[in-house]
Every structure is written in structure tokens, then in C-alpha cells.
């Protein structure tokens, strides 16, 4: 049988101790919201290792990075001549 438990956070690593000295009980992670948060660092990570290399491409002269303003007008789906 399986079975879905919601534990408030704060007491969620009590709780897990408990589960893990009972012999019968097997804990698997789960794609739930308290997962997230590692899946998000790795996605900031990720993200900021990807802008460092573009700015070191851009200061060794081999790549030519956008203007605030373009990328603004980028974000907003709009030509950078408009604004």
C-alpha cells in the first residue's frame, strides 16, 4: 500500500526519523513543492554559469552582449526601437 502524508516542514525531519527506525516502511522523495526548491538552485545555478560564460565571451571580444534596453524590450515582447 502507498500512502501520501503532508508534514509541516519544521517537523518534517522528526517525523522522518521516525519512519526510517520502523523496518517495514520505505521512504522514496517525491515530485511534491518541498522538492522544488533543490530543482530551482540547480536551475539558478545553471543559469548563472550559462551569463558567465557569455560575459566572458563578451570580454574577450567574441560575443556582443544586448543592451538593458533591448533586453527590456525583449522581456516585454517589444521592438527596442519603441522605447
Known amino acids: 500500500m ?11 525531519d522528526s517525523f522522518l526519523d521516525v519512519l526510517r527506525h520502523i523496518s517495514y ?6 515530485d511534491v513543492p518541498s ?4 530543482a530551482q538552485e540547480e536551475e539558478v545555478y545553471e543559469g548563472l ?13 567574441r560575443k ?11 522581456l516585454r515582447g517589444e521592438n527596442s526601437e519603441r522605447i
Request: glycine letters at 2%; charged letters at 25%.
Open 25 to 30: 516502511v520505505t521512504i522514496q522523495p517525491s
Open 64 to 74: 556582443q552582449l544586448r543592451t538593458a534596453k533591448e533586453f527590456l524590450a525583449e
Open 35 to 38: 522538492s522544488q526548491p533543490a
Open 2 to 12: 502507498q500512502i501520501t502524508l503532508t508534514v509541516p516542514d519544521k517537523k518534517a
Open 49 to 61: 554559469k550559462d551569463a558567465i560564460h557569455e560575459v566572458n565571451e563578451a570580454i574577450a571580444g
